[in-house]
């Protein structure tokens, strides 16, 4: 299957620009959620598809991306989607093989936590998807990954089902080894890991775990 790279630009807040310029060097799409728009602009980027009820913007501020080409999906502001899934959903049913989320984390915790669990419809749908802002990169996996950093970047796991079973990890300061870990107390040991190559390798054999790349 032909790869397609997705840019998914969320409403939420995106404080430095140019760290997070360094994330749409490579993506085949832009797909806009809403009020994201105003991250497009600041990032100088052309969207290819905006969706939401546009209750964060005008629609005439999508003006121009209509001449440039930009499919608009409007839809109720009384829906049973957040934009950000609406626009994740359709990116998955276009064909998106990788999907990068900017602008999907912030101040509101409400909204990051429920943009965290959205990752499991692009898992569901065999997509590797991702969030992304100034300090963490998230992603949610139910086998195994690869995380690239670089010495002394730290790494954390969380689990989201109620347990997890054998979790292994290597490449990092605090290893383990066909671990069980359980929601609720007790994670600490899987916080604020440190990787010690340029490369830790996640594993499990059930479950689903939150993987997070952190920075301080």
Request: proline content about 2%; glycine content about 8%.
């Amino acid at each position: 299957m032909k790869k397609m790279n997705v840019l998914l630009i969320a409403n939420g807040e995106i404080k430095d620009y140019e760290y997070t310029k360094r994330f749409v060097s490579e993506y085949d799409a832009v797909y806009c959620c809403d009020g994201g728009i105003k991250h497009c602009e600041q990032l100088g980027l052309f969207p290819n598809v905006i969706v939401g009820d546009f209750d964060s913007s005008l629609e005439s501020s999508f003006d121009k991306y209509i001449k440039t080409g930009a499919e608009i999906f409007k839809f109720p502001s009384e829906k049973d989607f957040s934009d950000t899934e609406l626009g994740l959903i359709k990116a998955v049913e276009d064909g998106a093989t990788n999907i990068t989320i900017l602008g999907g984390l912030g101040k509101r915790f409400d909204h990051a936590l429920a943009n965290a669990h959205i990752l499991m419809y692009a898992l569901e749908n065999r997509v590797t998807a991702r969030l992304v802002d100034e300090h963490s990169e998230i992603v949610l996996i139910n086998k195994e990954i690869s995380i690239n950093g670089k010495p002394g970047d730290i790494i954390s796991l969380i689990p989201l089902t109620t347990e997890v079973v054998d979790v292994t990890i290597t490449g990092v300061k605090y290893p383990l080894s066909n671990k069980t870990l359980k929601a609720g107390s007790g994670i600490s040991f899987s916080i604020s890991n440190v990787i010690v190559n340029k490369t830790a390798n996640i594993s499990l054999s059930s479950g689903l775990l939150f993987v997070i790349l952190a920075r301080d």
